[in-house]
Each structure stands twice: as C-alpha cells, then as structure tokens.
C-alpha cells in the first residue's frame, strides 16, 4: 500500500529561471526502505525538504506530494511535524539542548505528551539505539556518530510513519556510518518505518534497501529493485560511480547472474568466478619518495586537552608531513582528527609538546601566514546573502575555478546542497594561495565524479608545490589521492605508509576491493586493479 507519492512535481528556487527539480514522480510503499541517489546538485535535497514542508524552499512549485492519499499541505502542524520525520545531514544542526535525555524528550514535549508516556517513550528508545550510557551526557561532547544517531532517536521517539534522511552518513567515519545504517534497518523491519535516505555513496547501504531510485539533472533517471538498478546503470556515469566496489568490479569484469551489492555477496561470485585459484594483480611501480624532505609541519610530544581537568585528545603525537604532499589522517569519529588539524593551523595550542610549520614554532594559538584549513562544517565560513557575493568577498572570478558553479551564483549558500557547500568552501580556501592547506573531510557530499575532480585538483596544488593534509573517513579516496596515510586512534598515531601498504594490510580501515578480493585476488586495493587482474586471468 503506497504511504507517500510525489507526482509530476516540478520547483523552481525565488529568483531563478531553471528548475531544479522537473517533473519528479516516485512512490513510497508503507513499510519500505527506499535509498535516492545521485550526482552532487541534481535535486534530492530540494525534493527531500520540500516532503517535509517546515524546511521547504521559496519557490514556485507545481505538481503534488500526497501522503496517504491526501494533500500533504492539508495536513495538520501537530500531523505534519510527528508523522513525517526527518534527519539531517549535520548533525549540529538539529541537536537544540545541552543533554542527551533532554534531546530525546524535546518532541514529545513539544507535542504535549503526557509525562507517563513520554518516559516510557524516551527509555524504550534509548534502549533501541544503544543510548542508556549516554543519557546524561552533554550533547556537544558527543562523538559525531553519537551526535546523528542521538538525532535519529529524538525523531524516532515521535513514532513518525514515514522517516526521512539527508544524506545521514557523511559525516561519519566507516564503523559508525555502517553501525547507523544498521540501526536504520533494525528500526525499518522491526517497526515497520517507511524510510527514505539520500545517500551519495551506497557501499554499505543498496543491500539493506527495497527500492533504489537514481537522479539526475532534477529528473528521475532510475528506479527500482536495487540489484536491478545498478545492473542497468549507464557506463561512465556519475551513477555508475555511487555504486559499491562489488557492483562495480562486477561489471567491470562483464559477470554474470545477480548483481552483487555489498562484499559478501561479491566475495562470493568472485569464488565462484576462480574457482579456487588465486590471482596475483601485476605490481605497480611504488610512489616514490621525494628527494627533497624538508618538513613542512612537525609534532613532536604534541599532548592536548580542552579544559584543564578534562580527558587528553590527543597523547604524545609524533607527526612529520613533508612538503609537497598529500597526507591523508583516518580514524573514528572523536578521535582528535579535527584537533590535530587545528593545532597545525594554528587556532588552538597544546599544553605540552610543540608544533613546527617548515620549521618555525608555534609559540601561541594564531593563524600562521600560509597555512589555511577549510572546516569540516563548510558552512561556517559563508558570511554573505549569494555564492556571487562569497567570491567576491574571497577575490575569487567565478570563471577562474578549475569547476563550474556559474548556475549557483545568486544562490544563497545555505540553500546549496552538502557537495554544492563544500565546493564554495574549498573555492574560498584555494583564494588565500596557501603553502599548507588543511582538509577536514574534503569529499563529504560529494559524488563520484566529484571526488575525482576534488582529487585532480589536489594533486595539481601539491604538484605546483602546496602541501596537503586531509582528515578523511573515505578510504577509496585516500587510497587514490594520498602520498601517504596515517591512522590516529585514541590521540595517537597508530601508523604512517604509502597508501599501497596502508590499505593492503588493513581489515576494517580498508577499501571495499580489498575486503571483497582478500586472499582471491592478491594486491587488488582498487576497483580498477580487481577488474584489470580478472580480465587478465580470462584471456
């Protein structure tokens, strides 16, 4: 039975000539577990909060969006607000009070709950997520993972029939984005909760799913059983590039059968595809290092907290980052990744240790000449009514980027989409022409063919001579981009290799292609590496 429809509809943001969705329709079946994907800027956001009418856009609109058979306009405040949920993609945004208690009780109380009911409520899903630690704890102390799924559980607590979610893994490190996904699968075949999830990148994600729907260019390109649809997608698309390393090795390899969606179902046609033999992938010549190692930024003994009393962030840090590359730091969320970046920018000091940027210490928390960091929350940095206005602002000619973002310049920049905001941001980062370039999360939001784009941008910077250090939570695009890898745990350095090296040896830290070809195909830490060993071993 259908719950929620969009039929024939058609947005135009106030003041613009382009829509920017035309003529979506698509349908939600009551209990379903439905994934929209597509290329950065192609609609889904605009689509997302125009169901969730509080959060809609100006603009003009046309066609419908029904919600069990009626007008979802014509809905109540009290209906509109408790039957549809929604959870965004920061999860700062949503958080709007000091403990984790008080966060899940917000709704309920909002929406006049009885107090008996409303604690029965807020324990019977603290217990769901896993939250009962944490009900005292302050919500700005948590863990990114924790902070968005505290934010599903205030949402969930409301018993909403249909839940739906922008883009909720972005911002998450891999463990914490498949422990969420997880938590979203329970919630969807034990409560039978009608979920709809914008996700970019669905390696974790397709296989949980009933329906995957495909967008592009504000239209509806694809839709359906997920196996189905990622068989279907178009060669060399932007499509192709959202799918999981299983899917895409599959086709890569031209196989046969069931597409496979995630590393067990690939592990499993690729067995049956060998046989039982195992193939060693061809060597590829190592990157080598440079003969010119001068440090660009040193930690030496580096020990960290926020407040005198409070636990230490980061414990006796040894770092070199030499200049002219790219380095690459993974780790879970909360473990000192943006602290890390901070103090080599400057903002922030340690207590103990010291910090050197090309040899220089840091005495005092002050900007250094030619280190500049883009946040994490790109949307910290825009201070103007338009994108026009914030390049403008940044010296920076729309039509001197190495990307095209002429359609977004009248746009505000909150109105933007995840991957739209992050590259406004790194426009405003590269105006300042800096020496040391500090990445937090770099490639949230964005798609494939973005994150190759951001990819050959970075190399061109480090090649001209910029020294580049990103906190990333994606291994494909750290293996592909990074000159080295490093992993931080519990404020510590656990690691530092050539991204051949890192990934190889790495079980959970590692890129899907290594999962999926582990002990089949030898030395295959990349798609591309898994398909060109199969296609070499069937001539």
């Given amino acids: 039975m259908e719950i929620f429809a969009v039929e024939h509809l058609t947005f135009t943001y106030a003041g613009e000539d382009a829509p920017a969705l035309k003529d979506v329709s698509l349908q939600l079946e009551e209990g379903s577990f439905t994934i929209l994907s597509g290329p950065t800027g192609c609609g889904k956001s605009t689509l997302l909060r125009l169901m969730k009418r509080e959060i809609a856009p100006r603009g003009e609109m046309t066609g419908e969006i029904l919600f069990r ?49 409303m604690s029965r409520r807020v324990a019977e899903t603290a217990q769901f997520f896993g939250l009962e630690e944490l009900m005292d704890a302050r919500t700005d102390e948590l863990s990114g993972g924790q902070k968005q799924l505290l934010n599903l559980a205030a949402v969930v607590v409301m018993e909403p029939e249909v839940l739906i979610l922008d883009e909720p893994t972005s911002k998450l490190d891999p463990i914490a984005a498949r422990n969420f996904l997880s938590a979203l699968e329970r919630l969807n075949r034990e409560t039978g909760m009608t979920i709809l ?44 590039g959202a799918l999981s390393a299983a899917a895409r090795i599959w086709r890569g390899a031209e196989g046969t059968g069931v597409c496979p969606l995630n590393v067990g179902e690939g592990r499993r046609w690729l067995a049956e595809t060998l046989r039982g033999k195992v193939i060693r992938a061809r060597e590829k010549a190592e990157k080598t290092a440079k003969k010119e190692e001068k440090p660009a930024l040193e930690m030496k003994e580096v020990w960290f907290r926020f407040d005198r009393d409070g636990k230490d962030i980061l414990r006796s840090v040894n770092l070199k980052v030499r200049e002219g590359e790219i380095f690459a730091i993974l780790g879970g969320n909360g473990s000192g990744k943006t602290t890390l970046l901070r103090l080599a920018a400057g903002l922030i000091r340690p207590y103990s240790g010291e910090v050197r940027l090309f040899g220089e210490k840091i005495r005092r928390a002050s900007r250094f000449e030619g280190v500049t960091m883009m946040p994490q929350d790109s949307r910290s940095v825009f201070l103007r009514g338009s994108v026009r206005d914030e390049l403008k602002d940044s010296g920076v000619k729309a039509e001197e980027l190495p990307y095209d973002l002429s359609a977004l310049l009248d746009r505000h920049p909150y109105d933007l989409s995840g991957g739209e905001s992050q590259l406004l941001a790194l426009s405003k980062a590269l105006a300042r022409k800096p020496k040391i370039l500090l990445l937090d999360e770099p490639t949230g939001g964005l798609d494939a063919v973005w994150r190759k784009k951001i990819r050959e941008i970075l190399r061109s910077l480090r090649d001209g001579g910029t020294t580049i250090i ?42 899907p292609a290594r999962r999926m070809t582990r002990g089949l195909l030898d030395g295959c830490v990349t798609v591309e590496k898994a398909v060109q060993a199969l296609k070499e071993a069937a001539r």
């Fill in 470 to 511: 990103m906190v990333t939570h994606d291994p494909e695009f750290a293996q592909e981009t990074a000159d080295r890898c490093a992993m931080l745990f519990q404020g510590r350095i656990q690691g530092t290799d050539t991204p051949e090296n890192f990934f190889s040896t790495g079980r959970y830290y590692s890129t």
């Fill in 197 to 240: 999830m914008v996700e970019h990148r669905l390696e974790d994600a397709a296989d949980r799913a009933d329906q995957l729907i495909f967008m592009d260019a504000g239209k509806v390109t694809l839709q359906g059983k997920p196996a189905d649809v990622c068989a279907k997608v178009e060669k060399g698309s932007a499509a192709e």
């Fill in 69 to 117: 058979g009626e007008k979802a306009e014509n809905l109540s405040a009290r209906d509109a607000a408790a039957k549809i949920g929604f959870v965004a993609q920061r999860p700062e945004e949503q958080i709007v009070t000091d403990r984790v208690w008080h966060e899940i009780a917000f709704g309920l109380e909002n929406l006049g709950v009885p107090e008996k009911e």
